[in-house]
């Protein structure tokens, strides 16, 4: 999220706690976010990672008051592949050849 030297702004150390709380409420047995969730302080958001972040999962951007905006996962590419190869399959098998009965 941050580099070593840099200082911890309030929407870092928001994000921090609001992990600590995802963590806990799952450890007790009843989680507040998707397993998997990546937790981004809001000064970071527009870094330009965010898409690769959703590709792997939800996203909770967080800013300095603690307030967090939910962002679900991306799955665009998986169901675009999914029809890519669904079509393909029909098409193979709408070629295939019959034989006479």
Do not use: C, K, Q
């Amino acid at each position: 999220m941050a580099t070593v030297d840099s200082p911890r702004t309030n929407a870092f150390l928001a994000a921090s706690r609001a992990l600590d709380r995802a963590i806990e409420t799952a450890v007790s047995g009843t989680p507040s976010h998707p397993s998997g969730t990546t937790f981004v302080p809001a000064d970071l958001a527009a870094s330009g990672r965010l898409p690769a972040y959703r590709r792997l999962g939800p996203v909770s951007i967080v800013d300095a008051d603690g307030n967090e905006t939910r962002l679900s996962h991306d799955r665009f590419w998986g169901i675009a592949l999914a029809v890519v190869i669904a079509g393909a399959l029909f098409w193979a098998l709408a070629r295939w050849p019959r034989v006479p009965a």
